[in-house]
């Protein structure tokens, strides 16, 4: 089946510094990959995604490539905020079928001024 | 246009009685998903409903949990005799169309059991 493996957390960064989150996934052909954050008390915000093979999503500074060669979905960000302290979630749906998500187990980020 | 209601915010049972959740998905939506998250775990898929249809339930424990959409209304899911290991935010999420590939989540409900 599908399963997403992201970075155990928690993580914590001084403001400014960079961020990688790193996630990697297990599918048949061609799934969609996400990256969605989880504030505190909140529900889950879409941050970003891609579609195929190569693509980069991005928004509000986070980046992230779909790499199929190396079935990874890592997440960037060149200079962090402590407005960026959430949890973030990779996820993927399948290529094919029904659109539920598969998600990982998450990464809390704290970012210290 | 309003996002994904979803009601009560916080539910607090007994155990043995019946949980009762709500979604009102976005305008135009017509796919709904319900998700369950543990404490300090991710989202786990439970089930995916049209109107009137049940898709998907493949997640759904066999006993005492239940899914509706109806053709008016909210969609509703409902645990029955309701036990500790029940407590979770219920997350529900819904999307204008099969391959639209993106869902769109409400707040959440997060039931505790005492």
């Known amino acids: 089946g599908n399963s997403v493996t992201q970075m155990e957390g928690p993580v914590t960064l001084s403001e400014e510094a960079f961020l990688t989150i790193n996630c990697t996934y297990t599918a048949t052909g061609y799934p969609s990959l996400f990256w969605y954050v989880q504030y505190p008390g909140e529900g889950l915000q879409l941050l970003l995604k891609?579609?195929?093979?190569?693509d980069k999503g991005s928004n509000k500074g986070f980046e992230a490539t779909y790499r199929k060669e190396t079935t990874s979905f890592h997440l960037e960000k060149g200079s962090v905020q402590v407005s960026d302290s959430a949890v973030y979630f990779c996820a993927l749906t399948p290529s094919f079928g029904n659109e539920k998500l598969t998600f990982g187990t998450g990464t809390r980020l704290t970012i210290i001024p | 246009n309003a996002g994904v209601m979803q009601n009560p915010r916080h539910l607090v049972r007994r155990r043995g009685q019946e949980a009762r959740l709500r979604c009102s998905p976005m305008k135009g939506h017509s796919h709904v998903y319900w998700y369950r998250q543990l404490p300090e775990e991710g989202l786990k898929f439970m089930v995916y409903?049209?109107?009137?249809?049940?898709?998907?339930e493949s997640g759904m424990p066999k006993e005492r949990f239940s899914a509706e959409f109806p053709k008016e209304g909210p969609s509703i899911l409902r645990i029955q005799q309701v036990v500790r290991g029940d407590s979770a935010a219920y997350f529900c999420?819904?999307?204008?169309?099969?391959?639209?590939?993106?869902?769109?989540f409400g707040p959440g409900t997060r039931l505790t059991v005492t």
């Open positions: 409903l049209q109107k009137e249809n049940i898709i998907d």
């Open positions: 999420a819904s999307s204008p169309s099969q391959g639209a590939r993106e869902q769109y």
């Open positions: 891609a579609t195929k093979a190569d």
